[in-house]
């Protein structure tokens, strides 16, 4: 097994405060290794949540649901991404997870994992996997958000840059109505390599 789907964390951000259902539907040779609060395999999670994204859930209350998952790589030999020097991770991170729909909290917390990691390299490779990352993990939510935002992002350590073309990623999602925000991210090797002088 050599992908490992790290902190995903969903937020549900409803208009009101509504009972909500939370299924993860993960491709049978992925799994969860870690969750919490602890998922109900048959039932998910149920919890009740606010409009300013708190949720209660076997009395006690959160701000997000949290799992990890194992399984095959979900990509391999990408050849488009970007490359992400050390010095320039901080800032990358701040545009590209504005780009991608994360508010200021969420990407706070989501640079706070992941550019430690990030700055352990002198470069990093940088992938935000959409089809690949659905087809092994699809959250079922009920009721149904109006506004779904997936972040995946699949990082590989390098030593040195490699070519690769540029990512387009799409516009800035618009918050409407019931909003359900997921992020994680994956260290692993997921790239072609053809190394470049910089």
């Known amino acids: 097994r050599n992908f490992m789907a790290e902190k995903p964390v969903l937020y549900l951000y409803p208009e009101d405060t509504t009972d909500v259902n939370v299924e993860l539907n993960l491709q049978e040779d992925h799994q969860i290794a870690y969750d919490y609060p602890k998922y109900d395999a048959l039932s998910g999670w149920n919890v009740t949540a606010a409009p300013n994204g708190m949720m209660s859930y076997n009395d006690r209350n959160y701000y997000c649901l949290f799992w990890e998952t194992e399984g095959p790589a979900i990509a391999k030999n990408l050849t488009e991404g970007f490359v992400v020097s050390k010095e320039d991770a901080q800032e990358f991170l701040e545009e590209n997870l504005y ?24 470069y990093n490779a940088v992938y935000f996997a959409e089809e690949e990352y659905e087809k092994v993990s699809q959250l079922n939510i009920t009721p149904k958000p109006d506004q779904l935002i997936r972040i995946m992002m699949l990082v590989e350590p390098l030593d040195a840059p490699i070519q690769l073309t540029e990512q387009v990623l799409p516009e800035r ?5 019931f909003t359900a925000v997921e992020w994680g991210g994956s260290q692993g090797e997921f790239f072609e390599k053809e190394f470049v002088e910089w």
């Open 99 to 122: 780009q991608l729909g994360l508010n200021d909290k969420e990407a706070n917390e989501f640079i706070i994992y992941w550019l430690p990691k990030m700055e352990q390299s002198p």
């Open 173 to 177: 999602p618009k918050r409407k109505g």
